[in-house]
């Protein structure tokens, strides 16, 4: 009894639920295309990681100093396993121009091998942002540096 009606409904509404089927399809098509491309641009040599709450886009910012060794190493193992190798990570304590009164203050990481950054140096973050890790709110930036 449950399944003809079921049947009854998937027969008077056939058509609709197959164009809705067809753009959520496409949707999803759209939205992997977009985030396949995020994630290729994050592979750019200027690429930075940075957590969400310190994504400022378009925002200036400046390095003001590198942390010490084991600060940088207590901070990434914040993050779980999402630096598998602490050693191959730097952190940048930076201060980004929001406008108004006051400034933020953020965390920066870097790739060893990527990046050389002093005190003193500045960058802007670009407009767009791939996300390195969701759950944790990590995202991958291009810094401009």
Known sequence: ???TGIRKMK????DARGNV?????????????AVGAGTATAQDDEQVVVS???YYPDNDFDVLEQYAT???????ATFDDEFADPTDWDAYVIQIDIGGSA???GIL??????????????????????FRNDELNLLEVDSGL
């Open 1 to 3: 009894m449950f399944t």
């Open 11 to 14: 027969d008077t509404t056939g």
């Open 21 to 33: 089927k067809r753009l959520q399809t496409g949707a999803l098509a759209a939205t992997a295309l």
């Open 52 to 54: 969400g709450h310190h």
């Open 70 to 76: 084991s600060t940088k190493n207590d901070i990434l």
């Open 103 to 105: 400034d933020a203050l």
């Open 109 to 130: 990481f870097t790739d060893q091998d990527e990046l050389d950054i002093e005190a003193g140096d500045s960058g802007t973050f670009d407009d767009s942002a791939a």
